[in-house]
């Protein structure tokens, strides 16, 4: 079993809905969880860090952490053809290093 | 502006040489850290560093070596190029409370081994 598991895609939504990406993990240690999106040839941008159960948002992102199941998504509200993209999860323990998913590659269709 | 660095951004080179792949941020952050990304595919933790003088392999076997002589920069030496070193290399920094682990990443280098 993976360490961070991301749900497997491609993931395709029309324009102006929401896109629901999904990630769990391992380590019940596990202490930051952080969302990166990636376009194609381009390197991981970070765009959302969440530390403690519940919702965080910021902008049309929203991220869930549910600790006890060792879950954590991220939404996007009316998600643009711009946000087609790799979305990565990365999780952080003890270590000071983090754990990365596979990806999940989101296609927004005008 | 606090960023990070990397030269070259691409680089076509024949078997057998020496390169060094460059990585320098001004973000005032102690870890650094190396990744090595095929396309489509996962990244891969190849190296990293908590500070000057520190140095550590990642998860990922790899013939590169890393130095940390200054904090602000951390580059990837690969003795002698291989096809199978081509890759796209991304250098990562994080700083701050251990907890926060937030890494940052530069824009890449796409090395293509001939």
């Known amino acids: 079993q993976k360490e961070v598991e991301q749900n497997s895609g491609p993931l395709s939504v029309p324009e102006g809905a929401i896109a629901s990406l999904n990630c769990t993990y391992s380590?019940?240690?596990?202490?930051?969880f952080f969302w990166y999106r990636q376009y194609s040839g381009k390197s991981p941008e970070l765009i959302m860090s969440?530390?403690?159960?519940g919702d965080k948002e910021d902008g049309r992102f929203t991220a869930q952490l549910n600790k006890a199941s060792q879950y954590v998504s991220l939404l996007i509200r009316d998600s643009q053809p711009s946000d087609s993209a790799t979305y990565l999860c990365a999780v952080g323990g003890s270590a000071r290093q983090l754990t990365f998913g596979s990806g999940t590659q989101l296609t927004v269709l005008p | 502006e606090a960023d990070i660095y990397q030269t070259p951004r691409y680089l076509v080179i024949g078997t057998g040489k020496k390169i060094t792949l460059e990585c320098s941020q001004t973000m005032g952050h102690d870890k650094m850290y190396w990744y090595q990304q095929d396309p489509g595919m996962e990244l891969h933790l190849i190296h990293y560093?908590?500070?000057?003088?520190?140095?550590e392999k990642g998860d990922l076997s790899s013939e590169s070596t890393v130095s940390r002589i200054r904090t602000e920069h951390f580059p990837l030496t690969l003795e002698s190029a291989r096809p199978s070193h081509t890759s796209q290399y991304l250098c990562a920094s994080s700083g701050g409370q251990e907890i926060l682990n937030e890494q940052f990443f530069g824009p890449g280098t796409r090395l293509t081994v001939l």
């Open positions: 969440i530390y403690s159960n």
């Open positions: 380590d019940r240690g596990s202490q930051s």
């Open positions: 560093s908590y500070g000057v003088n520190s140095t």
